[in-house]
C-alpha cells in the first residue's frame, strides 16, 4: 500500500494524494427510514476524498451479497440521483440478516470475504447496522489483523429500536417516534369523532426495549395523549390492564392503549405468546398482541375495540421524517468515512448529547464496536411509572428535540398542531 | 323574517344589512383527514355575511347533539385558532351516525329540532357528511317546509370511500389516497430491502366501493406498484387469488397485494366472514380479510406473509395531506354557505370536473339532495382489468390530479421521490 503508516492509530498519516484504495458500504439488519441518508453521507463524503479512495462500492443485500460477489458500482449514479436515498425507505441497497460464524469456528466466509476485498483493492468497510451487524463488523476487522490485510472498518449505527448502548439515540428512532406519536394522535382524535368511542389498542414495534412505544407519550404535547402505556422493560400483569381500561373507558368512553409487540408477563413471557391467555378465554388468540388484548378486552367488558399494529410503517416513515433524524444520519454517514480514512479502525460512531436540556447539541465520536456489538439498551426504568402503566414526563426532554422540524402551520414541535374544543 | 322572498328561489332577495338568522353547521358518519377544513370554509365564509348570518354554531356530535341542545358557539373561537381545523384529523366538533326515522313515521326528533332551531333562530343548516347524512338533511328540509319553518338547508359531501353520486371525487378522498399510495410505497421498498421479501397484503376501506383500493394503483407511478389489487365491485376468487400470488412470488420472491376489506365472493358474500374460508382450513379465520388471506397463503405454500391494515390511518391522515384536498374541502364548505344565504335548500355541493385531462380544474354546483341521499357510487368497471385482480392505468389520469402538491425533493407527483438501483 502506497501510505505509511504508524502502529500507533492516532499517529497515522496518510501521504496525500495518494490513492490507496477503495471502500465498500453494506447495510444490515432491519432498515429504518434513514438509513439510505446515511448511506448517502458516505457515498458524498467519500467523493471528496477521491485521493485516498478510488471506487466506492455497495454491497447488494450486505453481507449476503458480498459473497456472492454481488457489488454495486456507485460510479453509476449521479449525485443528484443519489440525493433521493434521503426520501427513500428501505434498504436501497439491500439489507441481509447473514450471521457470521465466528472464523475460529468456520474460515470459509472470511477466506472468501477477504479474496473479494483483495480483488477490488477494498481498504475500507463502512457497515450500516444494528448490534448484531455491529458484531460482524468486529469478527472481520479482527480477522484482517488475523491474516494481515489492511482495512479500516467503521460501523455506523441504525435501528428504530434505538438500543444501542453508548449512543444517545440511533439514526431511525427520531422517524419512527414522530411517526408513531403523530398516528397515536389521529387515532385518538378519530376515536374522539364520536361521543362513545372504543378501546383502541395501537401495538408498536419493539421486542425487548421500549423505546418506541415510550415515543408515543410525545402526543401528550398536542393533548391527544394515549391513557395507557406498557413496555417490555416491566412485567405486564393482565388483571390490572383489564381493571386500568375498564375504569378508563367507563369514565372517558375512550380509551387508547399504546404497547411494545414485547410486552412479557411477571415470568419473562411474551404476552402473545402466553398459553395462560390461550386457556384462560377458551382458544388460541391469534395475531399480534395488541388485536389478542382487544379481544380479550371485547369479551370481559363487551366494549367496542379497535387493535392497530403500526408495524412497517414505523420502520419505513419516510412519509413523516424527522429532518433531524436525516440529517444526523448523513452526519454519521460522513463521520464514519472521515474517521476511516483517518486510519481508525473497529469503531462505531456515537452521538453525545451535550449542552443544557433546552438547547439540543450533539457531538459525534467513536468508540471500540465490540462494546456495542450483541449488546442491547433498555428504557431507564426512571422513565417508567411506578404502576407499570405508563411512561414520565421526564422522557420528554430526551425524545422532543429529536422530532423538531422547521415551523409550518402544520406541526408544531413535530406534532400535528390541531384544533381542540374550549 | 325580515326579508323579501319570492317563491322561486332563484329570484330571492334578500334585503341588504339585514340580519336573518343564525347558521348551525353539524359533522356526520366516519371522518375525513378534511372535513374539518370543510368546517373551517364554512365558519370563514359565514363571518363575512355578518348581515345575514348573526351566528354560528356547531353541532356536539352532530344530529345527535342537536338533540340533546349540545351546541358550541363558534363566536368563542378566534379564526387563527379555527385554522388549526386545517391539520386536524377526526371530527373536531363531534360526529355522529344516528339515524333518524321519516316523520311520517315519528315525527319526535322533527318536533325537537325545530323546536332547537327556533330556540336558536337556525336559519340555515350545513351538513357535512355521506350518502346517509344527505338522507338526514333532506328529511330535515322536507320536514321544515311542511310546518312551514323557513331554513335553507345545504349538504357538504365528504368521505373518504369516494362514492358519492354526481360527484367527481369526495373532499378526503384525495388525502386518502396519497396516504394509501405512499404507505404502499413504503411496504414495498422496506419489503425490497431483503433479496427474498414476503407476501404482503394490505388491507384497505371500501365495504362497497374500490375507490380507495385503487387508489393503490398511484404507487406505479415512482416504481413501486402492488403486484395485485382486488376491489369489491367484482367478485373475488381464492383459487386465482392463490394462483396468482404462487406464480408472482416464485418469479420475484416479492408479492405485494392490496385489497378491499369488501371484496366478496361470486356470491356477494364477503370475504372475511365467508364460512367457506372457515371450512377449509379448519378453524375460523378470524381478524381482516388482509389477515385471513395472509394466513390461508401461509398454510398454502408456507411463504412468510405479512398483513396490513392501514385502518383508521387513512381516513384520519393529516399527516401527509393533499394540499388540494384541503383548499377544496375548504372550498366546498365556502360554497354551501354562499349557496344557503342565496335561498338554496335541500341541495347538496357537487365537484364536477371540467378542462382537459392534462389540465384539472373543478367546478362547483348545486343538485338536489334527494339524487344523493342513500345512493352509492362505485368504481367504474372500465377502471378494472378483465382479469378481475388490477387496475387499468386509466384510472392514474382521475386520481393522480388529485394528489398533487407544491413541489419538493421529498415528492414527486405526491408520491414519494424514490432512489431506485439501475
Redesign the interface.
Known sequence: MKFKRDLNYDKIIFMKETIIGNLIYG?SG??TSVI?SSAYGVIKEARKHKNIISKVYAM??GL??LLNNDL?DLD??TLE?????????????????YKLSHYSADEKDYIKIIDIFKKYNIRFFLYNGGNDSMDTIHKISEYAKKVNYELYCVGIPKTIDNDLPFIDHTAGYASAIK?IA??V???????????KGRVNIVEIMGRNAGWLTAGSLLSKLNGTAPDLIYVPEVPFDLTSFLNDVKSIYETKQHCLVCVSEGIKDENGNFIFETSELKDKFGHTQ??GVA?RLA?IVEKEFNYKT?A??L???Q??????PSSLDIKEAIKVGEFALKKAIKGENDKIVTLKRIGTSSKYKIKYDLIDIALVANKEKYLPLTYINSKCNYINDTFLDYALPLIQDKKD???NNGL???????
Chains 1, 2 share one sequence.
Open positions: 447495510q432491519g432498515p439510505n447488494h443485500f449476503e451479497g454495486i453509476n449514479y440521483e443519489l440525493a433521493k436515498l434521503k426520501n427513500t425507505p428501505g434498504a436501497a441497497f439491500g439489507s441481509n440478516r411517526f403523530n398516528a394522535s389521529e387515532i385518538y382524535l378519530d376515536d374522539h369523532s364520536y361521543k391469534l395475531g388485536s379481544k379497535r392497530f399494529e408495524s412497517l410503517l420502520r419505513a416513515n419516510s412519509i413523516l402551520n402544520t406541526f400535528l398542531n390541531v384544533f381542540k374544543l374550549k
